[in-house]
């Protein structure tokens, strides 16, 4: 991932989690001292090294600066950008996650959908829904040679369907293995 990519996607990520603070103790009144209810939800600031504190970050900040973002919590503190960089780090090194250019939509077009052999769902990846879904029916689908070609040599966990390329790390998070 280039870093200016990364960096904004650093960016959003801590937006998300610095606008889901609540507080249940504020009281909210309206309009004419109309009661609306306890709670607030409000934005957390991020404090940042020689900026301050903010609740929008420009999207311009140099990567140096962005990286010293951090939540006080009184004298406790969360350096909440180093964690979500290393969570990135780890969803790319241990899932091989690819983050590129940004999708349009959540969903697939009906165009990329093929229709499921075993129950005439439409899925984007046959392969995988019948893998997970049908995992009763896997080993008559998977005799088909052509399934094997597009596998490309992966690992099939028979506890909860996914395709690997290894198995190293699965078996101690499978929730197929851990049951």
């Known amino acids: 991932m280039k870093n200016e990519e990364r960096k904004q996607l650093l960016i959003k990520m ?3 989690i610095g606008s889901s603070c609540f507080n249940g103790n504020i009281q909210n009144w309206g309009p004419n001292g109309q009661w609306l209810g306890e709670g607030r ?6 404090k940042l090294n020689k ?3 903010r609740k929008v970050v420009d999207k311009d900040i140099p990567m140096r600066d962005l990286m010293t973002g951090r939540y006080a919590f009184g004298a406790n503190q969360l350096h909440i950008i180093q964690a979500l960089d290393e969570v990135l780090n780890m969803l790319q090194n241990d899932y091989g ?4 250019e940004k999708k349009e939509g959540l969903k697939a077009d009906c165009s990329q959908k093929s229709e499921c052999p075993i129950c005439a769902k439409k899925v984007v990846d046959v392969d995988m829904h019948v893998s997970q879904s049908h995992t009763k029916e896997w080993h008559k689908y998977s005799d088909d040679d052509q399934v094997m070609k597009r596998l490309k040599g992966k690992l099939r966990c028979s506890g909860c369907g996914s395709f690997l390329k290894t198995r190293k790390g699965h078996d101690e998070k ?6």
């Open 174 to 179: 499978c929730p197929g293995t851990l049951l």
């Open 51 to 53: 900026i301050g504190s």
């Open 14 to 16: 801590e937006k998300v």
């Open 41 to 46: 939800a409000f934005r957390y600031p991020l």
């Open 97 to 100: 996650l690819k983050i590129g």
